[in-house]
């Protein structure tokens, strides 16, 4: 027996324990090398087959997606849509898939005619009523229809629109050193310059983070731009003298949703109708909110 001393001990060595040390070496650097050749011999395998496998897989995915369309759609009573060679969109009862699935059943359905007759839409009308849902449904629904799937609504009649361009919420990019108000600015900017006659535009509230008479001259603008440049708008706005600014063009209509204010309580219909709103309700909304009386 030998002796090796360590460090902190002694370690005791035979001729048997030698032999099985290097036994087990052996034994460890030949199943890498045996992992190794399995490796190798998969990947000429695989990369022999490559092409199929690539294939396969598109194939899967494809089903996949098709199959959740279906799902989706027989679950939630979606409807097939129809596309025509005319660049219009016409929805007859759209429904905002998320927040119907959310409301269980409840949710209230609207319709939209855009076509080269009926291009703007103005929408004015009360927070809280529907606004924002609205648009982003119809927004929903064409994306849905182009990409293959039935859609949540009663019926669908479109046309092929090469983009859809939004500009919703209100936030900021600091470390970018933009303000909630340039970042508007600038997305404002970018849609203004990628938006053709076959655009979908959604401009949900514009020249808010400015002084109340700018802000409506630059939303009053940029409406009229897009007039110019023949894309399909929806575009929701607070300024509620923008109707009027536009009342002779015949491309551009005014809707609003329908909203009672009874025994102090707002009633949203969330349905949509034909004119401008004349109340905001902010005051409204503000006390249902929370806001202290005093405040009110």
Not at 25 to 42: C, M, V
């Amino acid at each position: 027996v030998l002796i090796k001393k360590m460090s902190n001990k002694n370690r005791y060595l035979s001729d048997i324990t030698k032999k099985l040390e290097k036994k087990f070496y052996a034994a460890a650097e030949e199943t890498e090398l045996r992992e190794k050749r399995i490796y190798d011999l998969i990947l000429y395998l695989a990369g022999r087959e490559v092409r199929s496998i690539q294939n396969t897989a598109e194939h899967l995915s494809e089903l996949d997606i098709l199959t959740s369309f279906a799902k989706q759609s027989d679950f939630y009573n979606w409807c097939e849509p129809e596309f025509t060679s005319d660049c219009k969109l016409e929805i007859i009862g759209a429904r905002h898939p998320v927040i119907e699935n959310k409301k269980l059943g409840s949710f209230i359905p609207n319709d939209i005619t855009l076509n080269s007759k009926n291009k703007i839409f103005i929408i004015t009308g009360a927070n809280m009523g529907g606004k924002s849902t609205y648009m982003r449904q119809i927004a929903i629904i064409t994306l849905l229809a182009h990409i293959g799937s039935h859609v949540p609504a009663d019926c669908v009649i479109m046309g092929e629109f090469d983009k859809i361009l939004t500009r919703i919420g209100a936030s900021d990019d600091l470390a970018n050193s933009c303000s909630t108000f340039m970042l508007e600015m600038k997305e404002i900017s970018y849609i203004l310059e990628k938006a053709t006659d076959k655009s979908l535009v959604l401009i949900d509230e514009i020249g808010r983070g400015t002084g109340y008479h700018e802000g409506q001259a630059l939303a009053a603008s940029i409406l009229d731009e897009f007039t110019r440049k023949n894309s399909y708008v929806l575009f929701s706005t607070h300024f509620s003298e923008l109707p009027s600014v536009f009342s002779s063009q015949s491309q551009i209509k005014n809707i609003y949703p329908k909203v009672f204010y009874l025994e102090k309580k707002l009633i949203f219909l969330y349905k949509f109708e034909k004119g401008s709103a004349k109340n905001n309700f902010a005051i409204e909304v503000a006390e249902m909110a929370g806001l202290p009386d005093n405040i009110i």
